[in-house]
């Protein structure tokens, strides 16, 4: 029984311990204080939860699904560590440009009948020029830390109106051919989408 309690302690220890690492590498690299670390790991633990109760998947799927969107939101998180750490700006239009070009994407599969990966040809090149076209800006008026959170909650504001403006509130959803295709793993069948999301967000992590 003692033994059994000390295996679980050095379990919950381990997993503890590799939160922390995280956070302190975040700073060290980065120079951001990460107090969504715990939450972060929350996240994936509820999304693991959800789909394994929820949609009757089995646990292992679920953790596995739940690391691919995990890794999403951690390719949008190491951008915004970026921006500060590199670039010295606060950029509070990062996550709204993401929402933009997931709505561009969205807006040129299904209206315009492009393939996903497709759009990926224009989403990517004009996100580019947003970016850069932010950071000139900041630049150009040497703005101070504090300044370009101002002016980057601007543009949060105006891009996200005119998103409400254009696609309005409405959930929607991308339905393409990709869906349907299943990577097996074992005994385990996964989305495409969902594996071909882990692998770029890690490629790019590294890149």
Request: charged residues 5%; aromatic residues 14%; neutral net charge.
């Amino acid at each position: 029984m003692l033994l059994s309690a000390w295996i679980s302690g050095l379990g919950l220890g381990s997993m503890y311990g590799l939160m922390a690492l995280g956070f302190y590498v975040t700073y060290a690299v980065s120079g951001t204080v990460n107090f969504a670390q715990g939450s972060a790991m929350m996240l994936g633990a509820v999304l693991t939860f959800a789909f394994a109760q929820t949609l009757g998947w089995p646990m292992l799927a679920s953790a596995l699904l739940a690391l691919c969107l995990c890794a999403l939101y951690g390719l949008l998180g190491l951008g915004l560590g970026l921006s500060w750490g590199l670039l010295r700006t606060i950029n509070l239009a990062h996550f709204a440009f993401a929402f933009l070009s997931a709505y561009i994407c969205w807006q040129l599969s299904v209206v315009a009948k492009w393939d996903p990966l497709l759009t990926l040809v224009c989403v990517v090149p004009l996100m580019f020029a947003l970016g850069a076209g932010l950071h000139w800006l900041t630049e150009r008026f040497r703005l101070t830390p504090f300044s370009s959170l101002l002016l980057t909650f601007g543009c949060m504001g105006i891009v996200e109106s005119v998103m409400q403006t254009i696609w309005t509130a409405d959930p929607r959803k991308l339905e393409s051919h990709y869906a349907e295709l299943k990577f097996r793993l074992g005994p385990l069948y996964l989305p495409v989408p969902e594996v071909l999301t882990l692998v770029l967000a890690i490629s790019i992590s590294f890149a």
